[in-house]
């Protein structure tokens, strides 16, 4: 299983937006990285201090994110 504790959030790091290992590459990077068609190697190329397993952290945190719901709150009397 991916390690999601790769993922951090600082208030400190990023303004406290989801980082890798806490550093300030944040998964939203990478994710839009990937998505405009970057390959993994090349990302590891770009940013040689992060692994592997850092990118599989980011996918895994952004389909678990996916998955969460908001429900609206009830209006308080």
């Not at 992060?50 to 996916?66: N, S």
Request: glycine fraction near 6%; proline fraction near 6%.
């Amino acid at each position: 299983m991916i390690e999601l504790q790769r993922i951090t959030v600082n208030p400190e790091v990023m303004t406290g937006r989801p980082s890798i290992r806490g550093m300030r590459v944040t998964v939203a990077t990478i994710i839009g990285l990937l998505a405009a068609g970057a390959s993994r190697e090349e990302i590891l190329r770009n940013y040689p201090f992060l692994e592997e397993a850092d990118i599989e952290a980011c996918l895994a945190y952004a389909a678990w994110r996916m998955e969460e719901y908001e429900a609206p709150l009830a209006p308080v009397a």
